[in-house]
């Protein structure tokens, strides 16, 4: 686990796909995109319900090996704001036992504007805590320190005939984007002009390996 | 398509009919004639003849003369073909006879082509005779008109059986007889096919109650025996290649001494190869053409026209001309590479003259040793009349999930009905009541052992016991995914004007970056950039890397396999052999041993600091690449460090750093319970196979309206669908359906097995100081096949990665 130095804060991006804050220990995650499978069962495509629960057992096993006291969830944590209402009972408890054990927050997404959090935790529009801003979207008029996800990012690497596709982090001076954390979320290319438009400077690919932080810069 | 002279008296026909033979100086032959007995006497039957021989009016006779006798409105007949060409080039050739008889037929296709009012209308008013496809007739099942349409239907007649009987859409093609046969109870079957190894299958498959006799056997007159020869330039077959490349010059002469000569190749890579290799050669600039599956159609639409006008005088070709189109008048076939099985050979002979009392002429170029002796084999098969088997298997669930939503979409049905109806479907003959009702509960709400989705389901079951649609919407999106053709997600190809060239595998694209070049449709390419679903290209005169394409191979047939193992082993085959070939297995006699055709050999050597093993297998490439999967896992378990794997249909090698001292625990057969299930699961083999089920089963859409239908529109990864479900639940049927396709056609695990249950017994292993003759057909492979183990995701990222920085270092 590398430690990535940005704007004086120590923060360690995760090969699974959360940000891990030492300092406060605070975990970062970003487009959970909970209940996505039975959004898309209302219209007839019946994906496995159990893309909740994925989510959430994985999360939980990255706050356990974290030790992680204090969750932020980027925006998107729900695929819809009915999202929270349909959870599973088993689902919804693992949850709840979370939130309850931990310090919860959760910032609203495109998808989920405005849900009522009926699985525990307050809900904000964004947050800004120790001078580093907390959303879902990055602005690239913003100046200060942000953090946030909504674009999914992943890194395709092509290399003597064979390809590489993962979850990755776009990273820049005083930017950082989140890959998404669900169970069931696709991804975009990290050197798409939306995400490049968005980080609005000189970027690269972040991808944490067991013992490396390997960083792949993007064409402006 | 009819046949001249020496018929059979005609039996009791009508005059027009008799008249219009007479006419043309024809009489019926001997099987057309059966044909029409068989359906006087209201039975079902098979007509089993080579092709050119009056097949399809065979099938056609019987309905028109039922047609002149007893007129009727509405729907007569129904012809099923495995292609939507082979319907339409059907019409044109039933429509002159009809037409010359003066009679008033309707007869008209329907395939994916077919502008919708024209598909609305033969709903309605349906013709005497519609000509379609297995997809298309499902779709017709799914409306509610289906009722009244096929209740005057009177006889079904299915083209080209052997192409697809044993497969996904011969399952849903027996679905959809099935269904028929309970709107016109009085249906008949006709089904025509060409020579196959085992009739009796055929029948049973035909049959609407399994009684496999009570359809009659017809067979056509057999034809003259085919003028086939092996083409040795110098009399030398090379060490290596599998394509017969080398024979270029050769082959060209062919062409120039033939009218028209269909060249086919076993793979649409070989294809653009080996025409690149003969344009070189074509010194004439005779006018030649490149047709596969890739291509786009437009351009392949172009090839078959100027193939039918007589314009061209040579085609190089994949199996997308397989099937018995006529598009010319085809005096030659040439095969290149290996022929893989007698009946695929003869029905590619079958290509050239259609008429019965010449013999056909064909070439086989061998493309190395071993493919000389396979394309001997071949011969001798062909020769001793010996085919290659039929493999049959249950019905897939995901095309019996397609097919029961069909039949919901069109009316109300009972479960108990349904399923009774099913059985008399016979890859479903033995379908247990228990796993009917997991594919129903499947479609109702996806079949999850939580019932999460009670409330959203897609049907109901309603007071009166019948099972219904809950939703309209549910139909329009059912018709607008059915189909059994899944393709791999694919790219087009297209200069930056647009122009489009054809597809290929993004799977491929994703190994290409800018500047690379490979041959496509004839031409070198370079590419230049990809934007979305388009890979754009340039022409250019650098030489091209070849355009892979991924899948399972046609594997070696085993009764080739066997006749080659023989070859191996008994001298006296020999003297037929060039001297070169003769030569090669003398020596390999002398410096190791030629197996007996029971046993199994494994040479292992050393080599340049490597160690090689390399066992004979014969197993054909699907198994082989599965065995070199598992055996390098379990080598890698062993501290041998293997380093990789080639094998081709013949043999495969692995080398590793370590010797391999004693092969026998690497083949033994407990490696398919061990190795095996943890390799296929985590494999894209797997993951390959579910994308496929989880659209023909109706999981996930695959056409959005209003956007364009590539394989990259399947609206979710698949792969994290099938991580989801893998964990929680990993007894779902569409895992069940996504692991039989797994195993039997992509991996072989059948032929697979036999291997290791007879390995203890049959191995002989010799320890060589060196390299032996048999190996290097096999060796010469390495370089051009990478496996990768381990962790080598992590170091292939980590390794870009320092190239990157190697490249972006300024000082």
């Known amino acids: 686990m590398v430690p990535l130095s940005f704007c004086g804060h120590d923060l360690v991006p995760l090969p699974d796909g959360a940000v891990f804050w030492p300092a406060r220990r605070a975990l970062l995650v970003a487009d959970l995109h909970l209940e996505k499978a039975s959004w898309f069962a209302r219209s007839g495509q019946m994906l496995p319900p159990y893309d909740s629960l994925k989510t959430l057992e994985d999360l939980e096993g990255v706050i356990d090996a974290a030790g992680a006291r204090e969750i932020w969830c980027l925006g998107d944590s729900f695929h819809d704001r009915e999202g929270c209402d349909r959870l599973p009972a088993d689902a919804r408890s693992l949850l709840e036992s979370l939130t309850a054990r931990t310090q919860w927050t959760w910032i609203t997404g495109n998808h989920d504007p405005g849900f009522s959090a009926t699985c525990g935790a307050a809900v904000v529009e964004e947050a800004e805590v120790d001078g580093l801003l907390l959303r879902h ?38 930017k950082i984007i989140l890959p998404a954390f669900g169970a069931l979320t696709g991804g975009l290319d990290a050197q798409s002009r939306a995400i490049l438009r968005a980080m609005g400077g000189p970027a690269a690919a972040l991808v944490p390996t067991r013992d490396r932080l390997l960083r792949f810069p993007l064409a402006a | 398509m009819t046949a001249r002279a020496a018929g059979q008296p005609a039996p009791d026909l009508p005059p027009v009919i008799a008249d219009w033979f007479a006419g043309r100086g024809w009489r019926l032959r001997r099987h057309q004639a059966e044909m029409i007995a068989a359906a006087r006497g209201g039975r079902d039957a098979l007509l089993v003849a080579s092709t050119g021989a009056g097949k399809t009016l065979a099938g056609f006779l019987a309905s028109i003369a039922d047609l002149i006798e007893t007129p009727q409105e509405g729907l007569h007949t129904l012809y099923v073909s495995p292609l939507k060409a082979l319907a339409v080039d059907v019409q044109r050739n039933l429509m002159e006879p009809i037409q010359e008889m003066g009679l008033d037929i309707r007869v008209e296709t329907r395939t994916g082509d077919t502008p919708s009012d024209r598909k609305a209308r033969q709903r309605a008013r349906p013709p005497h005779m519609l000509l379609t496809t297995p997809e298309s007739l499902s779709l017709l099942l799914s409306y509610p008109e289906a009722e009244t349409m096929f209740a005057s239907l009177k006889t079904i007649i299915v083209d080209e059986i052997h192409a697809f009987a044993p497969t996904k859409r011969g399952d849903l093609l027996a679905l959809a007889m099935a269904r028929l046969q309970r709107l016109a109870p009085g249906l008949r079957r006709a089904a025509l096919t060409a020579t196959v190894r085992d009739p009796d299958g055929f029948r049973g498959w035909l049959s609407p109650d399994g009684d496999f006799e009570a359809v009659a056997l017809v067979r056509g007159e057999p034809g003259a025996r085919p003028d086939i020869r092996i083409l040795l330039p110098e009399d030398r077959v090379p060490w290596s290649g599998h394509s017969g490349r080398y024979a270029a010059r050769q082959v060209m002469e062919e062409i120039e001494a033939h009218k028209l000569t269909l060249v086919f190749c076993n793979t649409r890579s070989l294809a653009e190869l080996i025409f690149q290799d003969l344009w070189s050669e074509n010194e004439n600039a005779l006018p030649i053409g490149v047709h596969h599956g890739s291509l786009s159609r437009e351009a392949r639409r172009k090839v078959e026209g100027a193939m039918a006008r007589g ?6 070709a994949t199996a997308s001309l397989d099937l018995g189109v006529d598009w010319g008048d085809v005096d030659l076939v040439i095969q290149m590479g290996a022929p893989k099985g007698s009946s695929r050979l003869l029905q590619r ?10 013999a056909s002429e064909a070439v086989i170029v061998p493309g190395n040793r071993f493919e000389y002796l396979e394309a001997r084999a071949a011969l001798d098969a062909v020769e001793e009349g010996e085919l290659d088997e039929d493999l049959w298997r249950p019905g897939a669930l995901d095309v019996l999930a397609q097919h029961i939503m069909a039949l919901a979409c069109a009316a109300p049905f009972d479960a108990d009905d349904l399923y009774a109806e099913i059985r008399t479907a016979a890859p479903y003959a033995t379908l247990p009541r228990e796993t009917f009702d997991r594919v129903l509960h499947f479609i109702e709400s996806g079949g999850y052992a939580l019932r999460a989705y009670d409330k959203y389901k897609r049907i109901t079951q309603g007071k009166d016991g ?38 290929v595998e993004e799977y491929f694209a994703s190994t290409l970056t800018p500047g690379d070049t490979f041959f496509f449709s004839g031409l070198s390419l370079e590419v230049e950039g990809i934007k979305d679903a388009d890979l754009f290209v340039k022409a250019t005169a650098k030489p091209a890397r070849i355009p892979t394409y991924v899948g399972a191979r046609m594997p070696l047939s085993t009764n080739l396999a066997n006749r080659v193992r023989r070859f191996l082993h008994e001298r006296e085959e020999w003297r037929r052999f060039p001297p070169d070939v003769r030569e090669w297995l003398r020596i390999q006699d002398e410096r190791s041993v030629l197996p007996q055709p029971d046993q199994l050999l494994v040479e292992t050597f050393p080599r340049e600091g490597r160690y090689y093993m390399v066992a004979y297998s014969f197993e054909g490439w699907n198994a082989h690449q599965s065995l070199g999967m598992l055996i390098t896992r379990r080598m890698e378990t062993m501290g041998l460090s293997p380093i990789g794997f080639v094998s081709n249909d013949y043999a495969i090698a692995c080398y590793s750093l370590k010797p391999v001292e004693d092969p026998r625990p690497l083949f033994s057969p407990d490696i398919l319970e061990d190795e095996l299930v943890e390799w296929i699961q985590t494999s894209h083999l797997l993951k390959r196979a579910f994308r496929e089920v989880a659209v023909i089963g109706g999981l996930i859409e695959r056409h959005v309206p209003g956007k364009r239908k590539t394989g990259r529109q399947v609206t979710f990864s698949t792969d994290l669908i099938y991580d989801v479900l893998r964990k929680y639940e990993p007894d779902h049927m569409l895992l069940s359906a996504a692991w039989e396709d797994a195993k039997g056609r992509l991996t072989d695990i059948g032929r697979l097995a036999d291997l290791l249950d007879r390995a203890p017994r049959t191995m002989v292993h010799r320890a060589l100081d060196r390299i032996s003759p048999l190996a290097v057909p096999v060796l010469v492979l390495i370089g051009r096949e990478k496996v990768a183990m381990g962790t080598a995701d992590d170091e292939l990222l980590i390794e870009a990665e320092s190239l990157a920085e190697e490249a972006m270092r300024l000082n």
């Open chain 2, 311 to 316: 314009d061209l005088r040579g085609l190089v």
């Open chain 1, 137 to 174: 979207e990055a602005d690239p008029r913003e100046t200060r320190p942000e953090l946030s996800g909504h674009f999914h990012p992943k890194l395709r690497v092509r290399l003597r005939g064979r390809g590489v596709s993962r979850r990755c982090y776009v990273a820049s001076e005083r």
């Open chain 2, 349 to 358: 002979i079958g290509r050239a003259n259609h008429r019965l009392d010449e």
């Open chain 2, 466 to 503: 019948l099972w219904r649609i809950s939703h309209p919407r549910y139909a329009k999106q059912h018709r607008l995914n059915a189909g059994i053709i899944v393709d791999a997600p694919v790219l087009d190809v297209r200069f930056r004007n647009g122009r489009k060239l054809g597809t």
